[in-house]
């Protein structure tokens, strides 16, 4: 096969790809317009998030057999149309996933202790001990919205702290040995912690509102580790100043920019810059399933998927 590499990827995906006897083409600079272009001439295409891949690029694709994704999500592709089509998706949730656990539990733990607040007081000379008094995990329960690899990865962190963990997923029976299923109002009802691990689809855009936040029986702290635009920044700073989300560890932001490569398409929207002004808020770049170790793990995913599908299920 001639396959097109539109992002840069861990090594071993081209390096495994050769040896396998395919061509691998890079091109990490060209416009949608000019790969488009020559997309006809390729049976697959490795991308991460560089650009929408739509119908109208599909139809160019006319010897497409496969597109692979070294991420989690495949929001970026038109999967009705792929599909349609008879192009195998293949996306890699499982090189990722314990790289996300690890980060959504760093976030909740500084959150819990005040760490970035107190560390910056501490470096500007600021011994405040009684502002800085933390909070503990035991006793408390965690509620998980999303419970596939992502949900079920956190849940494991959680295992040496004496909590209670329950999640809601839209899919029944996906409850484990880690948390246990229960519908969205018991959710609301009982936890003190919410964990966002879900897909960009319709039905999560703006999904965490006033409405939504209103719905909880306690003020609870908030983790995004899915994608910024789950949750409605202006309605969010407004729960965060009336201390019904105590706090808010946010990975991703609304607005961002759909590469995840920059912050946003143009300047930073105002509504951001006030949620930048709240010290109970923690922020990092999009960058929590993107460690050391998920550089290669998510590769190394894409390959084994691409070999069960084109190899081994034909032998």
Known sequence: MNILHLDSNHPLLIEQLSALGHTNHEDYSSTKEVVQAKIHLYDGIIIRSRFRIDAGFLDKATKLKFIGRAGAGLENIDTDYASAMGVHLISAPEGNQNAVGEHALGMLLSL?????????????????????????????????????????????????????????????????????????????????????????????????????????????????????????????????????????????????????????????????????????????????GWTVESHQKLAQTIIDKFILHFYQKKN
């Open 112 to 288: 819990f202790n005040k760490l970035t607040i107190s560390d910056r007081e501490v470096r500007n000379g600021i011994w405040q001990r009684e502002s800085n008094r933390g909070n503990e995990l035991d006793g408390k329960t965690i509620g998980i919205i999303g419970y596939g690899h992502m949900g079920k990865a956190f849940s494991k962190k959680l295992r040496g702290f004496d909590v209670n963990i329950i999640c809601y997923d839209i899919k029944a029976n996906m409850g484990d040995e880690n948390a246990r299923q229960v519908s969205l109002e018991v959710l609301q009802e009982k936890a003190h912690v919410l964990s966002l691990h879900v897909p960009q689809t319709d039905a999560t855009i703006n999904m965490v509102d006033t409405d939504f936040i209103s719905s909880f029986k306690h003020p609870f702290w908030l983790l995004n580790t899915a994608r910024g635009n789950c949750v409605k920044t202006s309605d969010l700073i407004k729960a965060l100043e009336s201390k019904k989300i105590l706090g808010a560890g946010l990975d991703v932001l609304e607005f961002e920019k759909s590469s995840f490569e920059f912050m946003f398409s143009n300047e930073t929207p105002l509504v951001i810059k006030s949620l930048l002004k709240l010290d109970n808020v923690i922020l990092s770049p999009h960058v929590a």
